[in-house]
């Protein structure tokens, strides 16, 4: 055996440098290139890999120290010097605690022919002074798999769960709950087959470390992974960290690429047991969402805790209509995904609503009723045409914008179902009168639930008008792939001043929303003035 000792290597130019993550504890078997620090400069973050394979006997830094090149931060003990290969300095697996159970029931050496021994379980090394034992997870004649939790300890500063060595059946339970427990305390005696016990790995249930999750899986002994088909989309949700599960459950999740603060605990203290993932899979499977991140989560935003809010007077509970569900998830990806800046402006409409008021007998005849609505499609179709940026779309691979050579512009409809955007399409091709009677076909067709899926589709730009009830102003939400949407608040009567005296005008305040990522400020504030004048004035719509 040689002990070697581990530096840090070249930093490139860095000269001190912090340990943000120790990777490794003493005790540890590691393999070539296995992780041992993450080191963070000013600049960047760094692993340092280990150089060869072998037992760590000592950690000689701790996270928050500053270390610099040719820092020594470990010793490692290897079969032979570092400069042999990886295969000859690998060491042997390490040879187990013996059996502290009588010899006739636990003999010191178990053969490695597939026959059935009783092995004593301690507790493995905690890393400190006794801990209590809060919890008893397996009770004699449970037949366990190699990671499953036996036990869990509290000390003052954690919670830590000791998993099972190896697959077996319980055959007698010693340690009991309330009780202190220290390294070699016996837990448990467990029947296996062939074998031999390897010390049992603590872990925490307090939030790990990927690092420190890899480390699990390298210190667990070879055996045949158990196959699980990939789960896609399970892993958008808050972080799993604050979950509580053992190894064995926290390796299935990794296999299967499943994000387990999705899934709700069945076993003591909610705690996430292999049964749970495998219900959580099959309902996902099925069809049914989990409740949590749907409509309160996601993005590692944490979920909204459920309250029972009958505690503090008489509620009743509706379901939310299909609808009003699809309109949600789409406003809550819009928001989370979508930078949003709004810009507000007063727009004297005066001159307009003259016009508008001039044009009901004629409209009449035509046999349609003639609304601000049609002046603001018209005049954002002029405007779009101007500044195509905001008639466009950020490309699926995020480095290209799709500039669209058509205006379809669609209108928030509020129904007793929810809300409806149907889709005026070619917007700029069409007269005032046009778009009077297809606005108001759209929107008795939206609120008697009769729209087609086609009639919804391929917008470019969206105007909310919340009229009478409007208010100042608001900030309307992105209808994403859209890049801007326009809020259209109360017609409210302002004074203007107008170069003598003060005057009362019709002002109509306006507020557009845009994507960041599509739309600068300047090419929001250009859109807004030009919008501006073609409402001030409609007379620009002939030019």
């Not at 290139?33 to 960047?44: P, R």
């Not at 009783?118 to 034992?133: L, S």
């Not at 009958?310 to 998830?329: D, M």
Request: aromatic share 4%.
């Amino acid at each position: 055996m040689t002990t070697e000792k581990i530096k840090v290597p070249d930093l490139g130019g860095a000269d001190e440098v912090e340990v943000i993550e120790v990777c490794v504890s003493a005790g540890d078997t590691v393999a070539e290139e296995d992780s041992l620090l993450v080191l963070e400069s000013d600049k960047a973050s760094m692993e340092i890999p280990s150089p060869m394979a072998g037992r760590v006997m000592a950690v000689l830094v701790n996270e928050g120290d500053n270390v610099t090149e040719g820092s020594v931060i470990l010793e490692i003990e290897t079969e032979g010097a570092s400069s042999e290969p990886a295969e000859a300095a690998a060491p042997a697996a390490p040879e187990p605690e013996v059996a502290k159970a009588p010899v006739a029931e636990a003999p010191a050496a178990a053969s490695s022919a597939a026959e059935s021994s009783v092995e004593q379980i301690d507790v493995p090394d905690i890393g400190g002074d006794n801990a209590e034992v809060i919890e008893v997870c397996v009770a004699e004649g449970d037949s366990i798999d190699e990671g499953d939790s036996l036990i869990v300890l509290e000390s003052d500063k954690a919670s830590m769960e000791v998993p099972a060595p190896k697959a077996g059946i319980v055959r007698k339970v010693i340690i009991v709950e309330g009780t202190e427990a220290g390294k070699g305390t016996p837990i448990l005696e467990l029947e296996v087959t062939g074998g031999v016990a390897a010390a049992p790995v603590v872990s925490a249930s307090a939030p790990i470390s990927p690092a420190q999750e890899a480390r699990q899986v390298r210190s667990e002994p070879p055996q045949v992974a158990e196959q699980h088909q990939p789960v896609i989309g399970m892993s958008e949700s808050r972080p799993t960290g604050d979950v509580y599960a053992g190894p064995a459950v926290r390796k299935m999740a990794r296999e299967i690429g499943l994000d387990l603060a999705l899934v709700p605990g069945t076993g003591p203290r909610s705690r996430i047991q292999k049964s749970d993932v495998k219900a959580f899979i099959k309902s996902q499977l099925a069809g049914k969402r989990s409740p949590a991140p749907a409509a309160t989560g996601g993005s590692g935003i944490p979920a909204v805790p459920e309250i029972d809010f009958s505690q503090f007077g008489e509620v009743s509970v509706e379901p939310l209509t299909k609808l009003h569900k699809i309109t949600a998830a789409n406003m809550h990806r819009s928001w989370l995904n979508v930078p949003h800046v709004t810009a507000f402006d007063d727009v004297d409409i005066t001159d307009l609503e003259e016009f508008r008021q001039q044009l009901k007998k004629e409209a009449e005849k035509a046999g349609v009723k003639i609304t601000p609505l049609p002046f603001l499609l018209k005049a954002c179709a002029a405007a779009l045409k101007k500044h195509p940026k905001l008639n466009a779309s950020l490309h699926a691979n995020g480095e290209d914008i799709v500039y669209k050579q058509y205006v379809n512009i669609g209108m928030a409809v509020d129904t007793p179902a929810g809300l409806m955007v149907p889709v005026i399409r070619d917007v700029d091709k069409k007269s005032i009168f046009e778009l009077a009677a297809e606005t108001a076909e759209l929107a008795q067709k939206a609120k008697e639930r009769k729209l087609k899926p086609a009639e919804m589709q391929g917008g470019s730009f969206t105007i909310s008008s919340l009229g009478p009830m409007g208010g100042t102003g608001f900030t309307p939400i992105v209808n994403t792939p859209e890049v801007a949407i326009l809020g259209v608040s109360k017609l409210d009567i302002k004074p203007r001043w107008n170069g003598s005296e003060f005057e009362p005008r019709k002002m109509l305040p306006i507020s557009l929303s845009y994507d960041h990522r599509a739309v600068n400020g300047a090419d929001a504030g250009r859109f807004m003035v030009d919008l501006n004048a073609l409402l001030a004035d409609v007379r620009r719509l002939a030019l």
